[in-house]
Every structure is written in C-alpha cells, then in structure tokens.
C-alpha cells in the first residue's frame, strides 16, 4: 500500500524535517506484518514528495495471529486486499515512521511545523465502506478538498462495475501534524477494519490523535465507533472522554447561561424583536429551503414552519442536547407526516465545510458568531460563505455599544459567560464587509431593538446577498 505527501512550500525540502526523514536516502523499518520504508521521489525547492510504501505479508499474518486459528486453510487468509488497500496497517506505519511528525515536534523547524502550508496526500487504492460520500463527510468538514475516481473490478471487463476502492487525493493547507492526524485515524474507519484486536486502551489512542478535532466533526460518533470495531461501550466512553476533554458538550455550558442572557434582554422583548426580524429577511427572500445553523432549541426553526413557502427546513447545531430540545419543542415525535417531511435536524460545526449546507436559499446565524474563538472566524467564513454558499445569509450579534443601557449589567460584562467576544457596530461591519468582498456578497446593516442616538440598537443585523 502506498502514500504520497507532497508540498510546494518553499522550500519543499524542508519537507524532510517536518517528517525527519532525510530526502537523500530510504528509510525502512520491520513491523510485526511486513516492513515499511519512506523514500522521495521528488526533492526540489519548489517541490517535495515522500512517499511512504508498506509491505503487508499475508503468509505471516496467519502464521503469527493469536487466538483461535479456525480453518487454517481458508484462501482468504491469503488472498486478500491486506498488501494493497490503505487500512489499519498503513496508520500503524504512520504512527511508526512519522510519531515525531504526530507529535507536531521538529528539532529544526518547529515554527514551520506550527504553520499550515500547502499539502497535497494522494492514496491509489482506499476500501471506502460507503463510498465516495463518506469519504467527503470524514474529510471536506476537515478543510479538504477531495479528488476521488472509483477503480472498477476489471477494467477488462466494464460489465462487472465498479469496485468498493476509490483512488483519492487530499488537498489542504494544513499543519503536517493535523494530517497525519487525520489519515491515522480515518484510514481505518473508512476500511471500517482493524487488524488488531481493540480494548479499553484503544480510546486514549483515539483521543490522542483525534482529540483537537474530533470532538466537533460532523460524524464524531461514526468516526469513534468504527475506530473502536462497533464496541458500543467504548463507543460510549470514549465519546463521553472526548466531549469532557473538549470542556463538555459545546452547548452545554452555553444553556446554563442563556436564562441570564434572557434576564438581561427580557424587558426589550429583544429575543421576540429578534426573531421578528430575521423572518422577514427570510420572507423577503421568497425563500424555499432554509437552513439555520446554531439552531439551539428551535425557536426560529418553529417560526421558520409557519411559512408554507419553505418547502425544506434544516437545523443544525453542535450539542445533541439542543437539538434534542428543539425537536421537543417542535414536537417531532407526533408531527403530522407531511409537516415532518420539510424539517430536518443534524449535528454539525459551523467551522467545517459540511455538503448538507449546501443547495439552501437562504442561511439564518443568530446569536452565533460570539460564541466561535476569534481564531475560528476565518474556518467559519470559509465554511459557509465559501463552501456551501447560500443566497442569502443572515447574520445577528450584539452591539457591545448597548450594554451600557442595561441597568442589569455588571459595567465591562458581556452578556452571555460563554461570548468569545461583543463587537461594536464598526467592528461588526468591518468584519462583514471584507466577508462580503472576499466571497462575491453584497452586504446591508440595520439595528434590532429600540434604537439609542449615541448607542444605536442592541443587536446588529447583517444581511448578504448574491
């Protein structure tokens, strides 16, 4: 099996330190299944490739497996995809011939393997146990871009289709470490297969490797229990792990909170106002398939349903727990099956490109950017106004500028524990304005909320359009 890694970060050479492997010579290391060996065949200033070639020994496999040996003579012992496909084996040499590169450590070029540079993975043989879409939900949420062509079972013989193998590049500017990372992990949840046995010790693994991203992937929970062979209890503790590491459930913390923020806005009625004027955005738009990303517990998506125009409604939040409270709210369980047909919830982080955003008219973020890192915007960004594209994006946060007016609140307090940050109305339209111009969006401003001649209003509302 075979794994290339290329980068025309100049110089690409350089390559070499990230992955501390020398360009000049092979590198070969035994495994317990055969041997592994790094080489270059391409080392230039303005390219580098190393390619990393594992050699699986079917004939050793099975005389040096434990356990129970059932019928030693079954051909598929022997004749079998082990030696070509990339699969747990492949991660195995990964984690041996690159642990230093995992670990994100270069003795010369440490600010380098910090920085994310221009690199390009192709794989000619990955066993994709449900297919090319999965393979884009493991890895475009990741920043992406993904070249898949399926192999077919003979290309002598077209009739018989396609095979279960897709031939696959990745592309991304990215740390080294994160795609090492990445391919660790992923390779064997696509093979959905491992050649190991998998116990309690699995998890930590897991969680190291996949700790950084994983726990607000769009498909935590098939990632974590295909890496661990469907062994729903380490499933289980591994998600319950990954979600305490990662500071809890990303809403949890956030609900505790909200009744505060309600407190502070409630005398304004500024939640109702709020709402009020993001549906008539959404009517103005004529719009037929909606999509309100940071969902939280519904109300807007209830509002959104009251438009027979919307034909397709879809909620997406990353906490399980509000979207178990908006389908509670939205009575999803005894909704009428035509009604239960136009509304949709899903799990999902606004920081990653994800294909079930795309194809919307209309995309409504109320209340959400404050609650990202300011180090995640860009992700954000790039995600929704670069990826999926709506026609038009609905944008609501507070105006900082206002919190002075709030008798309730502390001087110099956000109003939520959990915003990362309050803009003023300059910041706020600064920010979207380049937004708009980066992504071929025109960008209008309103106030929500009595307006204050000095303060203006306490929620600002940005609104783009193609």
Not at 281 to 287: H, I, Y
Not at 412 to 422: A, G, N, P, Q, V
Not at 435 to 451: D, E, K, L, M
């Amino acid at each position: 099996m075979l794994l290339t890694i290329s980068t025309t970060h100049e110089p690409a050479t350089d390559l070499g330190f990230l992955l501390h492997k020398n360009p000049e010579r092979v590198h070969t290391v035994e495994m317990s299944f055969g041997a592994a060996y790094v080489l270059y065949p391409e080392a230039s200033d303005q390219r580098c490739t190393a390619a990393l070639l594992v050699e699986v020994d079917p004939v050793g496999l099975v005389r040096n497996r434990k356990g129970p040996k059932g019928n030693d003579f079954s051909l598929d012992h022997y004749v079998n995809d082990r030696p070509y496909a990339a699969s747990s084996f492949l991660s195995a040499a990964i984690g041996k011939l690159f642990g230093t590169a995992l670990g994100g450590r270069s003795k010369d070029r440490q600010e380098l393997a910090d920085t994310a540079i221009p690199v390009s993975c192709h794989l000619p043989a990955v066993p994709c146990r449900g297919g090319e879409d999965l393979l884009r939900r493991l890895f475009e949420p990741l920043g992406y871009n993904v070249n898949a062509a399926t192999i077919p079972l003979d290309s002598t013989f077209a009739h018989w289709g396609d095979s279960r193998y897709l031939d696959v590049t990745l592309t991304a500017t990215v740390r080294l470490r994160d795609v090492l990372e990445h391919l660790f992990v992923l390779l064997p949840v696509l093979d959905d297969d491992k050649h190991y046995w998998v116990g309690p010790d699995e998890i930590d693994k897991l969680l190291r490797r996949g700790g950084a991203w994983l726990a607000s992937h769009p498909d935590r929970e098939l990632i974590a229990h295909r890496y661990l062979r469907h062994d729903r209890r380490l499933t289980t503790d591994a998600l319950a792990r990954l979600l305490a590491e990662d500071g809890g459930d990303p809403d949890e913390a956030e609900a505790e909170h909200d009744e505060e923020e309600e407190v502070v806005e409630k005398p304004i009625s500024l939640n109702q106002q709020r709402l009020d004027a993001v549906i008539e955005q959404v009517e103005a738009a004529r719009a037929r398939r909606v999509v309100d990303l940071g969902c939280g517990d519904g109300k807007l998506l209830d509002r959104i349903l009251r438009d027979t125009h919307v034909e397709k409604v879809l909620g997406v939040d990353v906490a399980y727990r509000s979207l178990q409270r908006a389908s509670r709210r939205l009575h999803l369980d005894t909704m009428a099956p035509r009604q239960r047909e136009r509304i949709e919830l899903v799990q999902g982080a606004l920081t990653y490109r994800d294909r079930r955003l795309v194809g919307f008219d209309v995309a409504t973020v109320i209340e959400v950017i404050e609650h990202l890192d300011a180090a995640r915007l860009g992700a954000f960004e790039r995600a929704v106004f670069g990826f999926a594209r709506p026609g038009t994006v609905v944008v609501t946060t507070p105006n900082v500028e206002y919190n002075a007016l709030f008798e309730t609140l502390p001087t110099d307090t956000l109003r939520h524990k959990d915003h990362r940050f309050e803009w003023t109305r300059a910041e706020f339209e600064d920010w979207a304005g380049g937004v708009a111009g980066r992504h071929g969006y025109t960008v209008t401003f309103s106030g929500i909320g009595p307006s204050d001649a000095e303060h203006g209003s306490p929620t600002q509302m940005a609104v783009f359009s193609q």
